[in-house]
């Protein structure tokens, strides 16, 4: 006779990445089992930092892959895994994913809602996103797990989206209980006042202390607005927040040491227990009810040394808020790349001044006709590429006219001068640019790392999000190929892709 599952234990690897068994059978959520990811050799330290021992972990049945987004889908964790494991994603994944995936020999099942993944013993259902999620979001695949033939014992993991609109319809209908253990995904990536961060607006009076996320509204945002649709919720499990930014002089994140902040919110609130967990933590939830309790497990490893490293540079940065200047995150190109670099960035700024126009700074900048210096005329945005070929340190300045559409070229000014003239601005090195056209990076990875910008309106108007809107896999699964395709060649697989 077959053993009876103990209930649902969930060890947490780190970041956004889950390890969940009954004891008999297991599965993987958005693996990343390396001590860090990213594009080709851009690399996202795991925060806290850990090692993984693939060899001692149980071996997973399965592989539940959420969205494509680079802190979720890793090739090379992925290939780290038996060729045999079955690796299931939503109906909405971008085939550029799967084909990659594929190349590495692994077999992709696509499932939607309707159809309830059974891992042994482990009931699985993908979810939607909820409707307002942000559009860079909506692929999302939200799971849903528990014990086969059971409610009430269910973990939902958020992931990076608004909670299912069809899984808080099913919990009011009474279809399903409330889950007794919710995994809240923190994205604030705060980055102490001075360092380069996607929210920052260098227009005077725009970027200060005051304009970063504090712990409180990451907490209130996540436990109180977030979990409003989840009533009756017992347990919250806190993840994400959980790497650093290439280069980065002022280590982890703020607000990033999970255990910390369920701490100070078991404190400020009565409605669950919040747990913070850390890389090697493992919450089991038993099968006939009872409290959810932690332990360790010895196949994650953390690395202390490293870890008080970097929060030694965190605290130094914090005693002393220096303005960081950025640089390149992407390797320098070779000589011959340069001349397809060149070829590549010039084809594609037409392409980018006509799909600005669909995106929220597009309709802002559309909408305005006065800014510092009075009317406005036809050119509402500059780009500022830095570094151009063969002439590091000079810049190269281009407008946005918006009756082309289309980018003039211009004389290079002064930032101030630049930003008392154009209400939007984008700062990017050139190779940094080139680097997403020739798939050696994606758009979140420059963005994260060395662009700058300024912008009126809320953050959502702000170039930023309509870099991502243009160049997000959802938009340009073409590039996403190219990197894909880069990555595999690291691991010495071939793709052909479509030109």
Known sequence: MAAAPVGLELTFLGHQTWHISDGLSSVLVDPILAPAFGAGRLEFKIWPPRGVDVQSMPAPNAVILSHEHLDHFHLPSLSLLPRTVPVYTGTSTPAAVVEAIEALGF????????????????????????????????????????????????????????????????????????PRLAVVSNNAQTVPYGALGADNNLLPGMDGPRNRTTGIEILHGLLIDYLKPLDGVRDVALCGNGF???RSPHGP???????????????????????????????????????????????????????????????????????????????????EEWEEAEHLVTRE???????????????????????????????RAVLRLLSPPGRPGDIDSYGWNITGPRWDKLE?????????????????????????????????????????GWHIGENLDSPVYALFAIYGEHQRPDLAARCYAHSLATLGVHQEISA
């Not at 528990?146 to 014992?153: A, Y």
């Not at 559309?366 to 009317?375: E, F, K, N, Q, V």
Request: hydrophobic share 40%; proline share 7%.
């Open 107 to 178: 077999t992709v099942h696509r499932v939607d809602h309707t159809q309830p993944l059974d891992i042994g013993d482990i009931e699985i259902t993908l979810y939607p996103a909820g409707a307002h999620t942000l559009f860079w979001e909506k692929r999302v695949a939200q799971p849903l797990v528990r014990l086969s033939g059971t409610t009430g014992n269910d973990v939902f993991i958020g992931v990076d989206a608004d909670v299912s609109d069809l899984y808080v319809e099913q919990l009011a209908q009474g279809t399903l209980a409330p």
């Open 412 to 452: 290079t000014t002064s930032r101030e001068e630049a930003m008392a003239a154009y209400p939007f601005g984008i700062e990017i090195y050139f190779q940094d640019l080139a680097a997403v056209f020739l798939g050696r990076a994606q758009i979140w990875d420059v963005v994260g790392g060395s662009y700058q």
């Open 253 to 335: 994140f703020l607000y990033a040491d999970h255990r910390a902040l369920a701490s100070s919110a078991n404190e400020l609130q009565h409605l669950f227990r919040v747990h913070g967990p850390r890389p090697g933590d493992r919450l089991t939830i038993p099968a006939g009810g009872g409290s959810i309790t932690v332990s360790r497990v010895p196949w994650i490893t953390p690395d202390p040394v490293a870890e008080k490293a970097e929060l030694a540079a965190l605290s130094a940065f914090l005693d002393a808020p220096q303005r960081v200047q950025p640089t390149p995150i992407t390797q320098s190109l070779e000589r």
């Open 349 to 379: 700024l037409p392409r980018m001044a006509c799909e600005l126009i669909a995106t929220r700074m597009g309709a802002l900048a559309t909408s305005i006709h006065d800014y510092l210096r009075g009317p406005l005329q036809a050119h």
């Open 244 to 246: 650093t930014a290439p």
